[in-house]
DNA sequence: ATAAACCTTGGAGTTAAATCCAAGGTCAAG
DNA sequence: CTTGACCTTGGATTTAACTCCAAGGTTTAT
């Protein structure tokens, strides 16, 4: 048995965090000692590791809630629910990285517009592109020449 | 000028989004008529688009903040100064992209592991390489079986 | 003159996943 | 018998970007 900061160093976790998994119902201690510290077995350790490792693929606590209770009534579910929990989040996951590739490419876009030299931003192609009435966001892709520095 | 609800519906944005702004100092109305209604010049519109495209490149308002503070002070910035903001912000993007990446692996490889079937889940290669205590996840790619029903 | 639609303010609630705090109990070492 | 490390609880705070609410003032149309 593990007393919680144990268990809390074993995993490489806050004992805080131990606390709040208990409280949102992811993860009890089997047991109590007389003092009232939470005693962890085995078998909690596990499902700590599966909480982890759960986390580690990109699934939400709330996920984890439900990916949990399939797992101690394992007999009663089917591999197709399971399959579709990994499925539905992994095309949450991709829509988010669409979302930021999209981020990415116009970022590139401004980045590569302006010189990034030392000379005054008053014509700095990423301001331009930002303040820019045009529909689409289109920094030209030639610097902005500045003003020669004593002709 | 435009009433808060004008320039809300123009921009298709919550007033109380511009009311937001404007406590967090991105955006404040540049006169209030004599009944104290907020009152946005086309500067302020302006400032409002250049708002909202940077939210579309990823920014956070916080940044936003920023941009804005150099964007009204520009010959006292400079190029670099800018293209930083913008360099950095596409760091942060493209390690949150790394991430999700890794997380679409991860859960892909799950998903090729799993018959995805009606029967039990009791074997479910998903929850299997979850409750594994190896230190890698790694699901066998090959499909349990499930025992055939009825021989 | 009254209803509908609009505006004001301050403040609370939402989501996620912790993280921190205070006041106090427990336990082992010296 | 006292220090120090550890544990308990409940509750507050954090971050981001809104979103909603209540109570009341304003405008406009009928
Ligand atoms: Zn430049
Ligand atoms: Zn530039
Ligand atoms: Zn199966
Ligand atoms: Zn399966």
Same mark, same amino acid.
Not at 20 to 31: A, I, N, V
Not at 98 to 108: K, R
Not at 134 to 147: F, G, N, Q, R
């Given at each position: 048995m593990y007393r919680i900061g144990e268990l809390a160093t074993l995993f490489d976790v806050k004992t805080d965090t131990l606390r709040?998994?208990?409280? *949102?119902? /992811? =993860?009890?201690?089997?047991?109590r000692s007389e003092a009232g510290y939470r005693l962890y077995s085995q078998d @909690?350790? $596990?499902? /700590?590791? &599966?909480? %982890?490792?759960?986390?580690?693929?990109?699934?939400?606590?709330? @996920?984890?809630?439900?990916? =949990? !209770? %399939?797992?101690?009534d394992k007999a009663n579910w089917a591999c197709a629910d399971v399959k579709g929990l990994v499925?539905?989040?992994?095309? $949450?996951? $991709?829509?988010?990285?669409?979302? /930021?590739?999209? &981020?990415?490419?116009? /970022?590139?876009k401004l980045s590569q517009a302006c010189c990034g030299g030392p000379d005054s931003a008053e014509h700095c192609s990423i301001l331009e592109a930002l303040e820019s009435t @045009?529909?689409?966001? !289109?920094?030209?892709?030639?610097? *902005? =020449? *500045?003003?020669e520095k004593q002709g």
């Open positions: 709040f998994y208990e409280k *949102h119902g /992811l =993860l009890t201690s089997s047991t @909690d350790a $596990q499902k /700590l590791r &599966f909480i %982890i490792r759960a986390k580690a693929v990109g699934f939400s606590l709330n @996920d984890i809630a439900e990916l =949990l !209770s %399939i797992e101690l499925d539905t989040k992994l095309e $949450q996951v $991709q829509a988010k990285i669409a979302e /930021l590739e999209f &981020f990415a490419s116009s /970022l590139n @045009d529909k689409e966001l !289109s920094p030209k892709v030639e610097h *902005h =020449l *500045h003003a």
